[in-house]
């Protein structure tokens, strides 16, 4: 993962709320390597994370006041849970337990640190730290989704000896790990700066006749999070779009389509200007072969249409295909990985995402996906159950790694 930190803002903060998991003796470390890496540290310490670690030693190595209650009486007037949002470049959570993640999913603030979580807009990361079997308890799993669904990004806990002398999962991440994410986040990664990536997204329309269209259920939200996390690490986006009611995301040029026809028109005038392309779209396979003029009637007997194939926009690039990454989806119900390794050859591509449509949480419309990307060398990568944020990242690492060879 590329950090640079000269990257950076000066003065990047990161306010840290330490809970009450044994392990919070290693918020010591933490505290410590960030204001090593020049990294401005407020802590919020909860009542359960005092009986760990004592707010002296994080006030000495963070050189900084702790926030400790919601009702401290001091001498500043400021609104400490808002103010400490508004100063969080990124709100960290570490360690997490079951109970903060539990509160902080469903909205509870009765402490400073549950307060500031509500009112941050900054990004939030949360390494939790528990017993294996607390971690693994769907209702805590439940929890964890909900956040992520809300755009919280988890440092996953480790395997190994816990503290009450289980083996699993369950450690903290380790210091280094966390630091990493933090320093990712940071420094918002400007790493596809000056990258011209197209990326389609959504559905197309085949007309029937003046009011009736062939259409699928892609909601468009996965090619619109690629396309948003792109800009934000620097890239010249375009989207083209199918008919969707989403918000062009900042930064990125739209231009919008309704049939499979004109996607193919647009992406193939757009191509030559790129270094990548991600089909994230869902064009139509087929369009009706005579569209009528005027509003078909109804009839009192069976009624048939002939359709006919359209454009597969990917293949078709195939040939024209010079320096461009090239990453398609495949939504697939079944045979995931047969499938898309046969559409990552067929259509000449340097990866594929293949996503089962079918299940809960990774189909259409949701927030939340979970893919196996396969390259063209034959690997196979899985990502995890991540919001489609988290994933468009994953995926651009992938592209990026690709682009700079
Ligand atoms: N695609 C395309 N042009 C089409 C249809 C699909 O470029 N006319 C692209 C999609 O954007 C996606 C990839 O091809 O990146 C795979 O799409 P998918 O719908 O999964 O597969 P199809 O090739 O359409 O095959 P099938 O519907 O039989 O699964």
């Not at 918020?27 to 204001?35: G, P």
């Not at 005092?50 to 001091?74: C, D, G, M, N, Y």
């Not at 009192?300 to 990453?327: E, G, R, Y």
Request: glycine share 6%; charged share 20%; with cysteine.
């Amino acid at each position: 993962m590329n950090t640079n930190h000269a990257d950076m803002k000066k003065t990047a903060c990161v306010v840290l709320g330490v809970t009450g998991s044994i392990a919070a003796y290693k918020a010591a470390d933490l505290v410590s390597t960030l204001i090593k890496r020049g990294i401005d540290v407020r802590t919020i310490l909860t009542a359960s994370g005092a009986q760990f670690i004592t707010p002296l030693t994080l006030k000495t190595l963070s050189r900084a006041p702790v926030a400790l209650e919601q009702f401290a009486h001091s001498s500043s007037t400021d609104v400490e849970h808002i103010e400490l949002a508004k100063q969080a470049d990124v709100l960290l959570i570490a360690p997490a337990t079951a109970n903060f993640i539990g509160k902080a999913a469903n909205g509870i603030a009765d402490d400073l640190l549950l307060s500031t979580f509500l009112a941050v807009t900054s990004p939030i990361l949360i390494a939790p730290a528990m017993n294996s079997k607390m971690l693994t308890n769907p209702v805590v799993q439940r929890n964890i989704s909900v956040l992520r669904g809300r755009g919280c990004e988890f440092i996953e806990p480790e395997e190994g000896l816990l503290a009450c002398g289980d083996i699993g999962r369950g450690r903290l991440a380790p210091i280094e790990m966390i630091v990493r994410s933090v320093m990712n986040v940071l420094s918002l990664k400007q790493d596809l700066l000056g990258k011209r990536i197209l990326v389609t997204a959504g559905p197309t329309r085949e007309a029937i006749d003046p009011v009736r269209f062939i259409s699928n259920r892609s909601s468009g939200k996965m090619g619109f999070a690629i396309a948003k996390a792109a800009a934000k690490r620097g890239a010249r986006v375009t989207l083209i779009a199918g008919p969707v009611h989403l918000e062009t995301p900042t930064g990125v040029e739209r231009i919008n389509i309704v049939s499979c026809e004109q996607m193919r028109n647009a992406v193939e005038a757009e191509f030559n200007n790129s270094d990548a392309l991600i089909m994230a779209a869902a064009p139509a396979d087929y369009k009706v072969e005579a569209v009528s003029n005027q509003k078909l009637k109804k009839q009192n007997s069976s009624f048939s249409m002939t359709m006919l194939p359209t454009t597969d926009i990917l293949k078709s690039l195939a040939c024209c295909k010079k320096h461009q990454v090239i990453m398609g989806f495949a939504a697939e119900t079944e045979f995931l990985e047969q499938n898309a390794k046969a559409k990552l050859l067929n259509k000449n591509l340097d990866f594929i995402a293949a996503n089962d449509v079918s299940a809960k949480n990774t189909g259409f419309e949701v927030d939340t996906n979970q893919v196996t990307l396969f390259d063209k060398a034959g690997n196979a990568t899985k990502s995890g159950l991540m919001n489609k944020k988290e994933l468009a990242n994953w995926l651009l690492n992938f592209l990026l790694d690709e682009l700079n060879k």
